[in-house]
């Protein structure tokens, strides 16, 4: 990854126009943080050297450096995912970008299916630990981590410092925030309604397609990572509506406001 993006990471690095303190990953349909705070700098990922191109709506493909109550962020408006046909090592470009930058708090944020059966569309939820056995092998392996401590990386998330950043953040915005498990799966197909019983069985409350292998490599590179999920909908088999990726980007939308009134007041008080 340092050969192959060195190009790319040496535009970025030439065209910042300050150190973040705080980089953030907006998942499917929560893009749109970024078009109400103070934009200082805009890098469409089209122009940069190699990046791969995002192909699910509701990632645009813009890296920003963005000002917010004095606050600097990086926030990244669309991510790449497994599914898409890229390597793992490209998926992870956003964290190794965002470590390029020296910065070292990272909140991941994406679009889930609820699997609790408390949980209901439109919940937020504070990610507490993730299952993800069906990527470890591409993390290890391609990512060739060498140390033990970053071998246990996988038992490190989140960060006691931003997950209780995040909690303050609800509470006084008065926003209710659900906490529990996120389940990786690779897709592109969601999971069967056998699956989804299986993971209960599990005490899975939430089940997507990014952040765990994001947050794993983060944590790796020794930086504090926080995570959310914004439940966009009921997942297989728990509900009769089918699912489809036009119920999460309508979910997304009508929960904006909160995220970002969760995000803003989370920035207030890092």
Known sequence: MELKYKDLVSTIQNEAPFKPELAIILGSGLGNLADHL????????????????????????????????????????????????????????????????????????NAAGGVNLSFKPGDLMLINSFYAFNIKKELLEVLN???????????????????????????????????????????????????IKMMLKFGIDAVGMSTAHEAVYAQSLGMEVGGISLITNYAAGLSSTKLSHKEVIDTANEAQNRFESLIKKAIILL
């Open 145 to 195: 981590l060498p140390t033990l401590d970053q071998r246990n990386s996988f038992l490190n998330f989140p960060s006691k410092k931003l997950s209780e950043l995040i909690k303050t953040a609800s509470l006084e915005a008065n926003i209710y925030l659900q906490e529990g498990s996120y389940w990786f799966g690779k897709g592109p197909s969601y999971e069967t309604p056998a699956e």
């Open 38 to 109: 103070t934009k200082v700098k805009s890098i469409s990922t089209a122009d940069l050297p190699g990046y791969p191109k995002s192909t699910v709506k509701g990632h645009k493909g813009f890296i920003h450096f963005v000002k917010y109550e004095g606050k600097k962020l990086l926030l990244f408006q669309g991510r790449i995912h497994f599914y898409e046909g890229y390597n793992i090592s490209d998926c992870l470009l956003p964290v190794h970008i965002i470590h390029k930058l020296y910065c070292f708090n990272t909140i991941i944020t």
